[in-house]
């Protein structure tokens, strides 16, 4: 069974403070997904990685995929609290449909 | 185009009794996911649709619940009997596939309890 393990799981930090969060498997992806979910919507897209070693930058986001494509990283520069939120990683599978394995969250809190 | 749409976006339900949730996804998209969430934790996929034709279902699906999506446009998700495990955010999304790397489109979600 593939599964993903995100760390922290939780996260309050000040604004200006730079974050990392972690999603980490023992399986192999054949891509990796960012999502950031708001209190009562669903998750909403923020990059999809799909090469070992490959960095994507959004803004203040980078996101990283791992060399043999186990595990991903996401950092936040300078947090505002607009980010304030849910973040998942998720997983997708060789099938090239979106059946994707998601981690199980890290809520971050930004505080003004 | 308005995006994902389900309905409704809640429902408070005794135990025992049936219910049914309906999405409305993007107009040109032919995939339709559902997924589960409960609190602290990231979706779970329960199934999927390409049109009409359900073409997986997860392990998760027990035999108290059924998708449908008959002219390949909206989706029905109904339990029966539901049980207080139920309890949970039901999403559903949508994608275009044929696209390298598919992109999903989530729903609001419906949120359940079952009391």
């Known amino acids: 069974t593939q599964l993903l393990e995100q760390s922290p799981q939780f996260l309050s930090i000040q604004e200006g403070e730079n974050l990392t969060v972690y999603c980490n498997s023992s399986s192999v992806f054949s891509s990796l997904q960012w999502y950031r979910q708001e209190p009562g919507e669903g998750p909403v897209l923020l990059v999809t990685?799909?090469?070992?070693?490959e960095v994507k930058k959004l803004k203040r986001l980078t996101f990283q995929f791992g060399d043999a494509r186990k595990d991903s990283s996401l950092h936040i520069t300078a947090a505002q609290p607009g980010d304030t939120g849910l973040y998942l990683c998720?997983?997708?599978?060789?099938?090239?449909?979106?059946?994707?394995?998601f981690g199980q969250g890290t809520t971050l809190q930004v505080k003004p | 185009d308005t995006g994902v749409s389900q309905d409704p976006r809640h429902k408070i339900t005794k135990r025992g009794q049936n219910v049914t949730f309906r999405c409305d996804p993007i107009?040109?998209?032919?995939?339709l996911y559902w997924y589960r969430q409960t609190l602290g934790q990231g979706p779970e996929f329960l199934t999927y649709?390409?049109?009409?034709?359900?073409?997986?279902k997860s392990r998760l699906l027990s035999d108290r619940f059924s998708a449908e999506r008959p002219k390949g446009s909206f989706s029905t998700l109904e339990i029966q009997r539901t049980e207080q495990g139920d309890s949970a955010m039901y999403l559903c999304?949508?994608?275009?596939?044929?696209?390298?790397?598919?992109?999903?489109?989530f729903g609001s979600g419906t949120q359940l309890s079952v009391l």
């Open positions: 999304a949508s994608s275009l596939s044929g696209r390298y790397n598919e992109k999903l489109f």
């Open positions: 649709f390409q049109n009409e034709a359900q073409l997986e």
């Open positions: 998720a997983g997708g599978g060789s099938s090239n449909t979106g059946k994707l394995i």
């Open positions: 107009s040109e998209h032919n995939r």
């Open positions: 990685v799909v090469t070992g070693g």
